[in-house]
């Protein structure tokens, strides 16, 4: 029987501080409540950060680990190897279901992360494919080389952008980076941290403008999400929002836009480096 297709979304912000993390966390919940079995990667390699936004801290991590993962840490910094050169990984329980991937909790990673330790991250996922529907990567802010390979290693790439508008700016920057170098042509766009519905879609308007002459790119809004205390509250203590509050406005946000990428049919594979190949790709590649 073939194996089911795998989501594989792709959380990217160009800019830091657009609340990337927070997207990719929540809708990771969002996305389990709807009863798909969800992985939520931290891809920020240089400097990871899920585990903390959660309040899963080291010790806890380590308590917490499935009995089919193992940590090991060490002391240059580096993923363990298995007897078969494979990574082993740590996969851990995280609130409502979602289980975490976290690189980071097997030793501090060095400054510079190589493209080969990406492809490597992305193939040695498929150990995880029957354990799960869908993988949700908080990827690292910027374009280099290693972080623009797992977006572009996803089946859908969602976009964070704020109402500043030099996060727009660095969004076209990195959306056309993935189209011209990468053949990325779907896009889907979330505005953090609004005011308004109407600035959200004001935000994806002029992204749209910047974009027009590059006729082969398209852009889907998938909303906005509101500026909302409980994003905050629930921030200093460590927590998702959707854990704190599951009925304020950004949490209603988020459950929206989880459905609506449920809903959307899973791309075939383009024949690049991918998340989940099926083999006779892979081995093309």
Same mark, same amino acid.
């Given at each position: 029987? *073939? ?6 979304? *792709? &959380? ?9 993390? &927070? ?6 919940? *969002? ?21 903390? #936004?959660?309040?899963?801290? %080291? ?8 009995? +089919?993962? $193992?940590?090991?840490?060490? =002391?240059?910094?580096?993923? *363990? #190897? ?35 330790? =990406? ?7 498929? +150990? ?7 993988? $949700?990567?908080? #990827?690292?802010?910027?374009? =280099?080389?290693?972080? @623009? ?5 996803? #089946? %859908?790439?969602? @976009?964070? @952008?704020?109402?500043?508008? &030099?996060? @727009?700016?660095?969004? &076209? ?31 994806? %308007? ?21 500026? +909302? ?44 480096? %991918? ?5 006779? $790709?892979?081995?093309?590649?």
């Amino acid at each position: 029987m *073939a194996q089911a297709k795998k989501r594989v979304i *792709a &959380v990217s912000g160009c800019k830091g501080g657009v609340g990337k993390t &927070v997207v990719a966390v929540n809708l990771a919940l *969002a996305m389990a409540k709807l009863g798909q079995r969800v992985v939520l990667m931290d891809g920020n390699l240089s400097v990871p950060d899920v585990e903390f #936004t959660l309040g899963m801290n %080291e010790e806890g991590l380590k308590e917490q680990l499935s009995s +089919d993962f $193992i940590f090991s840490s060490s =002391a240059e910094g580096e993923f *363990a #190897t298995s007897s078969s050169g494979h990574q082993q990984k740590g996969l851990l329980d995280g609130p409502s279901g979602v289980r975490v991937f976290t690189p980071a909790a097997q030793g501090d990673w060095k400054d510079s992360i190589q493209i080969i330790q =990406a492809v490597e991250l992305i193939q040695d996922m498929d +150990d995880l494919a029957s354990d799960l529907d869908t993988l $949700i990567i908080d #990827t690292a802010p910027g374009l =280099a080389p290693d972080n @623009v390979t797992l977006i572009q290693a996803a #089946t %859908e790439v969602v @976009v964070v @952008v704020s109402q500043e508008d &030099v996060s @727009v700016i660095d969004a &076209v920057r990195q959306i056309r980076l993935l189209y011209r170098v990468f053949n990325v042509h779907q896009f889907y766009i979330v505005v953090n941290l609004v005011s308004s519905r109407r600035g959200g879609a004001k935000q994806f %308007e002029k992204l749209q403008e910047y974009l027009k002459d590059d006729k082969q790119i398209v852009l889907s809004y998938l909303g906005a999400i509101p500026h +909302d205390k409980t994003v905050s509250e629930a921030i200093l203590q460590q927590s998702a929002l959707l854990t704190v509050s599951n009925d304020c406005r950004a949490a209603r946000a988020f459950h929206r836009i989880g459905h609506q990428l449920a809903k959307l049919p899973v791309p075939e594979p383009k024949g690049r480096i %991918e998340f989940f190949l099926p083999g006779r $790709i892979k081995e093309r590649i």
